[in-house]
Nanobody, 118 residues
Framework: QVQFMESGGGLVQPGGSLTLSCVAS????????MAWYRQTPGQQRDLVGT???????HYRRFVQGRFTISKDNHKNTMYLQMNSLQPEDTGVYYC????????????WGQGTQVTVSS
């Protein structure tokens, strides 16, 4: 059974940084693409960025240049380095596989809360 466990969230001031982790089980990150999503208050869950099995990354424009996705295949863990955080980045962050519209995603984890506030 595929499971994802996100961690690393917290309270940070505007302009600050956080690194989130996503530990995967039941799926080999060296063979599968992955994605980070976030759900900001009052909004639906939205894609933040993706990383291919080979390590190529793509980002949504609203995080381009501020967020970096990486992974450690030996630890089967994906990361999201977030810099220059702004209040609008506040939300619950999740990891999962990319949603191509026709695929069935594994179950969502509990997510990790990121709050950007002074």
């Amino acid at each position: 059974q595929v499971q994802f466990m996100e961690s690393g969230g917290g309270l940070v001031q505007p302009g600050g940084s956080l690194t989130l982790s996503c530990v995967a089980s039941g799926i080999d990150l060296s063979d599968n693409p992955m994605a980070w999503y976030r759900q900001t208050p009052g909004q639906q869950r939205d894609l933040v960025g993706t990383i291919t099995s080979g390590g190529t990354t793509h980002y949504r424009r609203f995080v381009q240049g501020r967020f970096t996705i990486s992974k450690d295949n030996h630890k089967n863990t994906m990361y999201l380095q977030m810099n220059s955080l702004q209040p609008e980045d506040t939300g619950v962050y999740y990891c999962n596989q990319p949603d191509y519209g026709g695929n069935v995603l594994p179950p969502w984890g509990q997510g990790t809360q990121v709050t950007v506030s002074s």
